[in-house]
């Protein structure tokens, strides 16, 4: 086992629709860098004496937490972490024999057609969401099924965690007896739930065990296997609750969930008793411990769209303990991965009055941009002497097509940013475009920002060999000390020894929205006819008057609508498909 100075990391992968595509870019060069790391430190351990020809400390990655779309990301890592598989960049991204099941995922198979199919009201009685969610799962067990060839990743922890945020639509009852002239209580129902799971024997590297005892961090255990893991119920499990962690409300269904009551005993909160415990709340049910609990879940981006403080617990042990800030001493970080975290218009609106048909849009709006946002984690995040935090977020030049309509320098550029994230499920080189900045931005901040004060402990091999330490060094901001990457690129994967990810072509006028009118009006046309079955002479003059009349106006504003959307995010010029 290694004796080097050891640095544990914890990834947190927000909510983001089809902009998953930028977190899985994001993690493909992520692994892809420790990987290539790892092979390094081996080669040079098989030659004892000579010189370091790179870093030898150690990385761990401990937790990964998710949701919504950052929860399958982390599902897709977390089930293929024992596996290798070859990474995408610029110059493979089109070859339809590369194997990935990130990119294959989130860039080739996620996509408006599958998402407007019928399956789903093939079987289910009565319409449950506006897009057929069954194309979810096919991706789902595919991504299970992949069989690249095994590896053990020694930087991965043993088990490695994974947190999924749900919106538990049932919810949990707990009553609180007060003190008072009534005897009364208050009654609560807990919305926000997780669900957690820990992946033995894919890597090599310390971690508590797993915790298998009845409380709110008990851990379901998942076995890495040769055979496909879809074949497997406690991985069929493990799939489909981040597939309900990302159940994006009215779009996609929610799913249903089972799991042991015994899970909800002694739910701990960050407030300490009277002897300094962490407070701890039951459920006020009359389930039993060894009862299966059963509740239907909706986008856990819902309740908790940055996950941050599961995977901070994770690390920390404890939501009482806080990892050590201190750049000379930290051992302990956390990387949160957001696709939609950027330049916005500052300062407050006008208060207009909304039209009733617009109103509860508008309260979903609020609900989901307040789950966005934690001010202490934004603000620890944010402070240059918090070396326990770190993020990645899109970023990359305003494409040359653009800079007279948006003159700034640079801006949050991702093709899946229009209607409300869900842009790029309408073509696949939107999705490509994504995946191919997520890498480009993570070499970026591996290079240059996921760093520590080159006295850090972590460093204490290696920070004398002259040759390494300018190779990797990096310039303290605003007059701090110099910096050493706590993930160090080798080789080519270095932006300045090697090549930079390129940014990738933006790609404006590819998505032909009136060629979409066919696929939105059979989805229409099957959601209709299911509302209307058995309505006898009734559904015979809706159904006239949806064939004259409702349904030409729905897809003309459909239309209208993509159309805004695409030109305001800069994905279409406004001009008709194929006219210069």
């Known amino acids: 086992m290694s004796t080097s100075p050891r640095f544990e990391i914890g990834l947190t992968l927000a909510g983001a629709v089809s902009a998953g595509a930028y ?6 060069f992520l692994i892809e860098a420790l990987d290539t790391w790892e092979a390094a430190k081996t080669r040079q351990a098989d030659t004892p004496g000579s010189e370091p020809l790179c870093p030898v400390h150690e990385v761990n990655l401990r937790v990964l937490s998710g949701a919504s779309a950052g929860a399958i990301v982390s599902a897709i890592v977390a089930a293929n972490i024992d596996k290798t598989w070859t990474p995408v960049n610029a110059t493979n991204a089109d070859d339809p024999q590369v194997s990935n099941p990130l990119f294959d995922c989130w860039v080739n198979q996620v996509d408006i057609h599958a998402l407007l199919g019928d399956h789903d009201l093939q079987s289910d009685p009565m319409p449950v969401s506006a897009l ?4 979810l799962d096919a991706i789902a067990q595919k991504a299970l099924s992949y069989q690249g060839p095994s590896i053990s990743r020694r930087y991965v922890a043993n088990p490695l965690r994974a947190i999924f945020t749900l919106t538990n639509l049932t919810g949990v009852p707990f009553r609180y007896d007060l003190r008072g002239n009534s005897g009364y209580g208050q009654d609560l129902t807990l919305h926000a ?3 957690r799971f820990a992946v033995m024997n894919a890597g090599a590297a310390n971690a508590p065990a797993i915790r298998l005892t009845p409380d709110a961090r008990y851990e379901y255990p998942l076995q890495p296997t040769a055979a496909s893991k879809w074949s497997d119920a406690a991985w069929q499990r493990f799939a489909m609750t981040s597939l309900a962690s990302g159940a994006f409300p009215v779009g996609l269904r929610p799913r249903p969930v ?5 899970d909800y005993t002694d739910m701990r909160l960050p407030v300490q008793d009277t002897h300094g415990a ?3 709340i039951r459920p006020s049910w009359s389930l039993q411990p060894n009862d299966k609990y059963q509740f239907l879940s909706a986008d856990g981006g819902g309740v908790d769209n940055e996950p941050l403080q599961l995977a901070r617990v994770e690390l920390s042990g404890s939501p009482l303990v806080n990892n050590v800030r201190d750049g000379l001493t930290a051992s302990k970080a956390l990387i949160m991965v957001d696709p939609f975290v950027g330049p916005n218009p500052a300062g407050p609106v006008s208060v207009v009055q909304n039209p009733l048909h617009l109103a509860l849009f508008k309260l979903l709006n609020a609900s989901i941009e307040q789950s966005r946002f934690s001010a202490e984690d934004i603000e620890l995040a944010c402070r240059e002497d918090v070396y326990s935090r770190y993020m990645v977020a899109p970023k990359r030049p305003t494409p040359a097509l653009l800079q007279a309509q948006y003159p700034q320098p640079d801006g949050k550029w991702i093709a899946s940013g229009a209607l409300g994230g869900f842009s790029g499920f309408l073509h696949r080189e939107f999705r490509k475009h994504d995946f191919l900045l997520g890498r480009r931005n993570c070499q970026l901040f591996l290079a240059e920002h996921f760093t520590l004060p080159v006295d850090n402990p972590l460093f204490s091999a290696w920070r004398n060999n002259a040759a390494l330490r300018a190779c990797y060094s990096v310039a303290g901001k605003d007059g701090e000390p110099e910096q050493l990457p706590i993930i160090p690129l080798l080789g080519r994967l270095h932006p300045r020894h090697g090549q930079a ?3 990738p072509t933006w790609p ?6 009136d060629a979409l009118k066919v696929p939105l009006g059979a989805r229409a046309d099957a959601l209709f ?3 209307t079955q058995d309505t006898g002479i009734a559904g015979l003059a809706l159904g006239l008057l949806w064939r004259f009349w409702g349904r030409g106006k729905i897809l003309d504003k459909a239309n209208q609508v993509l159309v805004q959307a695409l030109v305001a995010q800069g994905l279409s010029s406004g001009k008709p498909q194929g006219q210069a």
């Open 278 to 280: 962490p407070l701890a």
């Open 193 to 195: 739930d997780q669900m």
């Open 23 to 28: 977190t899985a870019g994001v993690m493909d």
């Open 501 to 503: 990810e390129p940014v």
């Open 508 to 513: 404006q006028d590819l998505c032909d929205v």
């Open 132 to 135: 057929d969610a069954t194309a």
């Open 258 to 262: 089972e799991r042991n009551a015994s």
């Open 529 to 531: 006819k299911k509302y």
